[in-house]
């Protein structure tokens, strides 16, 4: 029987030195079916998302609301969410911070939160020492509970600081 002769080997690969670190691999763009004249996405305004569908209702900032403030100083309100206190510090993007002068510190550095909703305005507690209390539709002042929420019609009490909401004019 004839002998078969083995496989040669080949010598051992002795690195020469670190490998070069590999660059990553490029990223192709994500790719998607062609999209025809029935299939093609409304353009992304507002416009055009409420016109594309109906049943989208459109969500309007508080444009125009303001705050009296005890000081007699009016501040106009430029976010759906807005923290009110004697010292207020910014932690949160897209939050307005208004200070609350309050010579009898009743209240709190971070008192109350003041949020738009769909149509209308509600007001938070923070945990504060000396409460909330909002105006009923009777007239009425209503205490807040602890950390709790109420709507706002017109003003509200932060400690013994009372706060005027001002609807845009006409």
């Keep these: 029987m004839p002998s078969v002769p083995a496989p040669a080997l080949a010598p051992a690969a002795v690195p020469a030195g670190p490998a070069p670190a590999a660059s990553p691999a490029p990223v192709a763009p994500p ?13 992304l305004t507002r416009r055009a998302r409420r016109d594309a ?8 900032g508080p444009v125009g609301w303001a705050l009296q403030l005890p ?6 309100l430029t976010s ?21 002068s309050d010579d ?12 738009w909703g769909e149509r ?8 504060s020492t000396n409460g909330v209390a909002v105006t009923d539709a009777a007239g009425r002042e209503q ?8 709507p706002v019609l017109d003003r509200f009490v932060l400690g013994d600081a009372v706060i005027v909401l001002q609807p845009p004019s006409s």
């Design 120 to 127: 209308s305005w509600t007001v938070t507690d923070l945990s």
């Design 53 to 60: 569908d109906d049943a989208t209702a459109l969500v309007r």
């Design 104 to 115: 009898g510190r009743t209240v709190s550095k971070h008192h109350a939160r003041l949020q």
């Design 31 to 43: 790719t998607s079916a062609p999209v025809g004249p029935a299939d093609e996405p409304a353009p």
């Design 80 to 100: 759906r969410t807005v923290v009110l206190g004697r010292n207020p510090q910014p932690t949160e993007p897209g939050v307005q911070y208004v200070p609350v």
């Design 143 to 150: 205490h807040v509970p602890a950390d709790g929420t109420a």
């Design 71 to 76: 000081s007699g100083d009016v501040v106009l």
